[in-house]
């Protein structure tokens, strides 16, 4: 399976700053994921980033808050811009591994903590 | 009412226990159901998948559908203290790139 690298796998930020994260996949892949996961509550996807096209948001995401890009076909970013604490979470960047039988297989990297103070 | 509920814990049980995780949910065009497991500061690991209804099992694990009651489960024999983690239940639709996700099981395993 998928190797994904996330960077930084932690964070204290100010309120008001931004922040990107980046995700480094070992393997070409079509779409990539990113989701993110709050304390007691369900992985939430954020957006699917394919490369050579925009993004595609999820209801209650938007570009200008969490803008991505994907430049190939092996890495993305996203940024969590003008950051408050309520943003403080843990993201994760995914990717298809292909479809088992018709399921979508997600291949998950480690994730990136960020604390917004 | 989220469309997959899943009993947030924590559970606690001593080695050799079997662990016994559920989750329910409303949409029925559900059709692929997962299990993912997080251990501590990881990203979730796929464990098991199942297609419809039925039981599947892999060693220690065991996967079940009820699709008829919206309920899935998944049972850890023998369970072991590295067995201590996070247990995500996930799902989607034939053909569907999105998953639908529980808040998670987090299961400690005492020695």
């Known amino acids: 399976s998928a190797v994904i690298s996330q960077k930084p796998s932690r964070d204290i930020c100010q309120r008001g700053t931004s922040l990107t994260i980046q995700c480094q996949v070992d393997?070409?892949?079509?779409?990539m994921f990113w989701y993110r996961q709050q304390p007691g509550q369900s992985l939430t996807l954020i957006a699917t980033?394919?490369?050579?096209?925009?993004?595609?948001?999820e209801s209650g995401f938007v570009i200008d808050k969490f803008p991505i890009s994907r430049p190939n076909l092996t890495f993305s970013t996203l940024t969590v811009s003008n950051m408050s604490p309520e943003d403080s979470s843990i993201y994760l960047c995914?990717?298809?591994?292909?479809?088992?039988?018709?399921?979508?297989?997600?291949?998950f990297g480690a994730g990136s903590r960020l604390t917004v103070l | 009412q989220k469309e997959v509920e899943q009993d947030p814990g924590p559970l606690s049980v001593p080695e050799g226990a079997i662990v016994s995780l559920n989750c329910t949910y409303s949409n029925s065009a559900f059709q692929y159901f997962m299990w993912y497991r997080q251990y501590s500061r990881k990203g979730p690991e796929l464990l098991m998948y199942t297609y419809s209804s039925g039981n599947k099992e892999d060693g220690r694990f065991t996967a079940q559908v009820d699709k008829s009651s919206k309920y899935i489960s998944l049972f850890i024999r023998d369970s072991q203290p590295s067995d201590s983690a996070t247990y995500l239940c996930a799902m989607s639709a034939i053909n569907d790139y999105k998953l639908s996700f529980g808040a998670g099981t987090t299961v400690t395993v005492r020695a």
């Open positions: 980033a394919n490369q050579g096209s925009e993004a595609t948001y």
């Open positions: 995914s990717v298809e591994e292909g479809q088992s039988a018709g399921a979508n297989v997600l291949t």
């Open positions: 393997s070409q892949v079509t779409m």
